[in-house]
């Protein structure tokens, strides 16, 4: 080969390399741009271009046992407020005086300082101005500045839009307050922010992820007026819609509760009360009623209220305690025949008075009942009788058995609020065996009206502890997933809860209207009990004052439901005057409701 | 020196082709234009109908979208009115005024029916009896 022939590929294979590499510079910056880093321009060109909304999910329903609904959502608008477009047409004389009261009013959003300034023109930036605007108040809006309504809300002059915002309904307002809750707007450290809603209390605030799903997210391109484009770019993720939840609860069995509750706090002019129905086989609440209580549907005129505000936050069937008195009595009974202490047929002297550590023990009325059966200690609520029971027993089964009933532990029911009191145990500081003794007639001892209708629960099915429930099935997506019972543990063997039963129903069988059967037909076990209320600070009772209370549960062979009754008086009013009569009217209502036949003759047999 | 000699496969292919459509290759300036201008408005044509239905499509959807928001508050509303036509106070007071009365457990006959009966036997065999 000529020297000029290799000089010639030499130049070519130069210049060929100089290519290679230009191209691979070119090549190694298009990988950079197009490969690596492809998701980081791709995000900030659309940023440009693109506007992405909020699809907001739909917050699941609340339904009752049989399918009627207990929460649901209403349309309903937020207002925003844009400073430059209404300053504008306030300058330039646009806003009638009307329009300028009616915004004035609907300010609650912001501070006074804000809203001034707003109104005075000098506002800038958009924000919230009021949140679930009332019906008629769109209605003027629409009226007085001329909207204009799209999918997402209706637009109005001068800067105003209403945005749409569901508003949560609960049309049965406050009979369920307690148990179902309400949404909260718990605020946000901006005021130009708006924070979302949140589940507080009851079955809104336990269940409050389920209930509000997942938002979604829409992104499409945008023309300069804020159009979407509609051949433009489009992505969309859906919103996952909140779940359906029906509840063990029964909106008959609730509103006979909650009547009958407010009927008997008025007539004894008593200060406050709860009513728990519940299903002890399963430990399904079939009702739960306080008095006083709230309107979940305006939770922002409540937490105004100071007076309201303090029922807004709990719950008091599950978290406020109570001396539960003698309806005690059952659990001590039950604990000292399972353990082999007394018998059904074991007689004692109830002597009136009894001494223990230094402390006399009386009976209710201060005088003893003479030889008396295990039946009859309970029928005549003898003190002394059940102290006795309770020193034969003895510190370690007696406070064991409290551990396994649940004592002194949340009871796992599925609303937000549960509070456990307390309970001094045997070896806790300052325990005595006068707490052993006094324990036996429910003082020294405070436990939530939840956590004794769950105890004498196990006692009516036969000794299974069952976690109580409020929510039946939750529905998603078209499956419907059914909450099973679920048992703790067995505490008590059948056998003793059926001597217990026994001595119940005998009497269920003279607490009835003229002393007869408590409902003709049918054999209910009942017990009451009042209870002296403690001084928090000092120690000692209320002299005049007592909560009366009742539990009785029917059919009591093989019981359908449990009713617990609590009043709590401003004067001292008994168990069976003022709670008897209220468990005695809901089982009369619940055997019809419930269709349970009776077993017994229903007139009384003559001689 | 060594030359190598190949058969120029493609080349001579594409001139058999030449030779079989001359027609295409012997277009004028002009024809070949408008052959041009012709085929860019047949494309443009099929774009805009296919943006077209795009945009059609969309609208669509919008709409439906719409509609579909609008039939869900609809049955919220239907709800809230179904939950207030069921309120028991409204039920009561209304059974009240027309002279009705909760029953008592001793208003009600319980009848038992015998294991295997039909509902249609049980209720004529029970409407027979006194």
New interface residues.
């Given amino acids: 080969m000529s020297e000029l022939a290799v000089s010639a590929r030499r130049r070519t294979l130069f210049v060929m390399g100089l290519f290679c590499a230009l191209a691979m510079v070119v090549f190694g910056r298009l990988l950079d741009l197009q490969v690596f880093r492809r998701t980081f321009f791709l995000e900030e060109g659309l940023k440009d271009i693109s506007i992405t909304k909020v699809i907001r999910a739909?917050r699941g329903?609340i339904y009752d046992r049989l399918g009627?609904?207990?929460a649901?959502?209403?349309?309903g608008y937020m207002l925003w407020v844009d400073g430059a477009q209404l300053g504008q047409a306030i300058r330039e004389g646009k806003l009638s005086p009307e329009g300028a009261l009616l915004l004035s009013d609907l300010a609650t959003f912001q501070d006074e300082a804000t809203t001034r300034t707003f109104l005075l023109g000098q506002g800038k930036g958009n924000i919230p101005w009021t949140r679930w605007v009332e019906p008629q108040a769109v209605e003027r809006l629409t009226a007085l500045f001329d909207g204009t309504e799209r999918?997402e809300g209706i637009y109005l002059q001068y800067g105003l839009y209403l945005e749409m915002e569901?508003h949560r309904?609960y049309?049965?307002g406050p009979l369920f307050a307690p148990v179902i809750g309400y949404l909260l707007d718990r605020g946000s450290p901006d005021a130009r922010q708006i924070s979302e809603y949140t589940g507080t209390l009851g079955v809104e605030e336990y269940y409050d992820a389920l209930l509000k799903g997942q938002d979604g997210r829409m992104r499409m391109e945008r023309d300069p007026l804020d159009n979407s484009i509609?051949?433009g770019r489009?992505e969309e993720q859906a919103p996952i819609d909140g779940a359906d939840i029906t509840l063990t609860l029964n909106?008959?069995i609730q509103?006979?509760a909650f009547?009958r509750l407010v009927q008997a706090i008025e007539e004894a002019e008593a200060r406050r009360g709860d009513i728990i129905v519940m299903d002890p086989q399963t430990g399904a609440i079939l009702a739960m009623a306080s008095w006083p209580t709230f309107d979940p549907n305006d939770p922002a005129r409540c937490a105004a209220d100071p007076t309201c505000r303090e029922l807004m936050y709990t719950n008091p069937a599950i978290a406020r305690g109570y001396e539960p008195g003698s309806t005690m009595k059952i659990l001590t009974m039950a604990i000292a025949l399972e353990e082999g202490v007394v018998r059904a047929d074991s007689a004692f002297e109830c002597s009136g008075a009894l001494n223990v550590g230094g402390y006399t023990i009386h009976n209710w009325n201060g005088l003893g009942h003479g030889h008396e059966t295990m039946a009859e200690i309970l029928l005549h609520s003898c003190n002394v009788g059940a102290a006795t029971i309770n020193l034969r027993v003895g510190p370690e089964v007696y406070y064991r058995y409290l551990r396994l009933l649940g004592f002194g532990e949340h009871t796992g029911i599925d609303l937000a609020g549960e509070t456990v009191p307390p309970v001094r145990m045997y070896g806790d500081d300052g325990w005595s065996e006068t707490d052993l003794a006094v324990n036996a007639f429910g003082q020294a001892i405070s436990v939530p009206p939840i956590q004794l209708a769950t105890a004498v629960a196990a006692v009516a099915n036969g000794g299974k502890l069952m976690k109580p429930y409020v929510v039946h099935a939750i529905g998603r997506q078209g499956v419907l997933n059914e909450t099973p019972p679920t048992l703790r543990r067995q505490v008590f063997r059948p056998d003793t809860c059926r001597e217990v039963t026994e001595m119940l129903v005998s009497i269920g069988n003279v607490k009835g209207e003229n002393g007869g059967p408590f409902?003709?037909?049918?054999r209910v076990a009942v017990k009451t009990g009042t209870a002296q209320i403690p001084i928090p600070e000092g120690g000692g009772y209320e002299p005049h004052r007592t909560i009366a209370s009742a539990i009785g549960y029917a059919p009591a062979d093989e019981p359908r439901f449990l009713i617990l009754v609590r009043i709590e008086g401003n004067t001292t009013i008994w168990g069976e005057e003022v709670a008897l009569p209220v468990v005695r009217d809901l089982t009369?209502?619940l055997?019809?409701y419930l269709?349970i036949?009776?077993t017994e003759p229903?007139e009384p047999q003559g001689p | 020196m060594t030359t190598r000699n190949h058969t120029l496969q493609p080349l001579l292919q594409a001139q058999k082709r030449r030779a079989v459509l001359p027609w295409y290759f012997d277009l004028g300036g002009k024809a070949a234009f408008l052959v041009v201008a012709l085929a860019a408005c047949l494309l443009a044509l099929i774009a805009l109908a296919q943006t077209g239905r795009v945009v059609s499509l969309s609208y669509d959807i919008r709409q439906l979208k719409g509609e579909e928001q609008q039939l869900i508050w609809e049955r919220e509303d239907l709800l809230a009115r179904l939950a207030r036509a069921q309120d028991p106070a409204t039920l009561e007071q209304w059974a009240r005024e027309n002279g009705m009365e909760p029953l008592a457990p001793g208003d009600v006959t319980f009848v038992t029916v015998p294991a295997g009966w039909s509902p249609a036997i049980a209720v004529s065999t029970l409407a027979r009896e006194p």
Avoid: A, C, E, W
């Avoid at chain 1, 649901?72 to 349309?75: I, P, Q, R």
């Avoid at chain 1, 409902?519 to 049918?522: F, T």
């Fill in positions: 739909r329903h009627r609904p207990l649901v959502n209403l349309k999918p569901p309904s049309p049965y509609p051949i489009y909106l008959d509103y006979q009547r409902v003709p037909g049918y009369r209502f055997l019809t269709q036949p009776p229903m």
